[in-house]
Nanobody
């Protein structure tokens, strides 16, 4: 069983930056690929970014490419999402998720564990 806990959400003005974190409670954290998803009110959960277990491979949704950066620190069992040049349309609850096999990383159903989410609000 893996427990994930997001933190770092908040309110920021458009054009600003925010970093959200996700801490995992497992000794085998380095075996898991990690993903970030977001869900806005009335919308489906959508893929944001993913990173392989070693951190060597990353992937992004087109809507955040060049603005967001995913990274991980396996010594701290933590994955990060650095968000720059934020836009009002980035407003959502952001979730981290973990999966053992780094395939189909854009699909929520492939992930085994999920955090509770952290709210990110970008004001215009």
């Amino acid at each position: 069983q893996v427990q994930l806990a997001e933190s770092g959400g908040g309110l920021v003005q458009a054009g600003g930056s925010l970093r959200v974190s996700c801490a995992a409670s497992t000794r085998t954290y380095s075996r898991y690929a990690m993903g970030w998803f977001r869900q806005a009110p009335g919308k489906e959960r959508e893929f944001v970014a993913a990173i392989s277990s070693s951190g060597a491979s990353t992937n992004y949704a087109d809507s955040v490419k060049g603005r967001f950066t995913i990274s991980r620190d396996n010594a701290k069992n933590t994955v990060y999402l650095q968000m720059n040049s934020l836009k009002p349309e980035d407003t959502a609850v952001y979730y981290c998720a973990a999966e053992l096999v780094y395939t189909d990383y854009r699909l929520p159903r492939t992930y085994d564990y999920w955090g509770q989410g952290t709210q990110v609000t970008v004001s215009s």
